[in-house]
T-cell receptor, first 115, second 116 residues
Framework: AQSVAQPEDQVNVAEGNPLTVKCTYS??????LFWYVQYPNRGLQFLLK??????LVKGSYGFEAEFNKSQTSFHLKKPSALVSDSALYFC?????????????FGGGTRLMVKP | DGGITQSPKYLFRKEGQNVTLSCEQN?????MYWYRQDPGQGLRLIYY???????QKGDIAEGYSVSREKKESFPLTVTSAQKNPTAFYLC???????????????FGPGTRLTVL
């Protein structure tokens, strides 16, 4: 079984400040972890993923995420937030042994960046 | 969203009617997926297909049906048996196989279905 939790429904941050969006996961094997962003009435856009190797993953638009196996976390970070980063963010996980490549998504975290 | 098209963008249905949502892709991806998104909730998997002429139920398949007659197309039919069909429907594709570097789902722009 695989599951993912995003403990915060909303994160508020001032423009220029660092941001963190939290994600924790549970899998029986080794995880593949993903972050997606969704703007209103749009599909999900892929930001970054962790499959193996370096625990710090860099992705699109200056975002990065840190894989922490002991804490089963994959928090999304950005050093300096932009107003345009305001959107809905989804973390997703799949067990690398999942034959169907099926993802399990968290409930989403709304990021609000204020000028 | 490039390479994956969903139509229509908005769809209105009367109760008791079946409707079909289109998903087409030109990415040459083997795997295709249908998700449902409700406000305040994450995505839930309806059906998926890893290869032409084969598909599997996801977590919430009741009241839905699919077909995969062509690699490029994976239409979803919302039947009258689906009791609460109003939602945002998202189609996704994946190259498939087990190569980690290419193992990523990409999403279409979505169809918003409203039952009147």
């Amino acid at each position: 079984a695989q599951s993912v939790a995003q403990p915060e429904d909303q994160v508020n941050v001032a423009e220029g400040n660092p941001l963190t969006v939290k994600c924790t996961y549970s899998v029986s094997g080794n995880p593949y972890l993903f972050w997606y962003v969704q703007y209103p009435n749009r599909g999900l856009q892929f930001l970054l993923k962790y499959i193996t190797g370096d625990n710090l993953v860099k992705g699109s638009y200056g975002f990065e995420a840190e894989f922490n196996k002991s804490q089963t976390s994959f928090h999304l970070k950005k050093p300096s937030a932009l107003v345009s980063d305001s959107a809905l963010y989804f973390c997703a996980v799949r067990d690398m042994n999942n034959a169907g490549n099926m993802l399990t998504f968290g409930g989403g975290t709304r990021l609000m960046v204020k000028p | 969203d490039g390479g994956i098209t969903q139509s229509p963008k908005y769809l209105f249905r009367k109760e008791g009617q079946n409707v079909t949502l289109s998903c087409e892709q030109n990415l040459n991806h083997d795997a295709m997926y249908w998700y449902r998104q409700d406000p305040g909730q994450g995505l839930r998997l309806i059906y998926y297909s890893q290869i032409v002429n084969d598909f599997q139920k996801g977590d919430i398949a009741e009241g839905y049906s699919v077909s995969r007659e062509k690699k490029e197309s994976f239409p979803l039919t919302v039947t009258s048996a689906q009791k609460n069909p109003t939602a945002f429907y998202l189609c996704a594709t994946n190259l498939g196989g087990h190569t980690p570097s290419t193992d990523t789902q990409y999403f279409g722009p979505g169809t918003r279905l409203t039952v009147l």
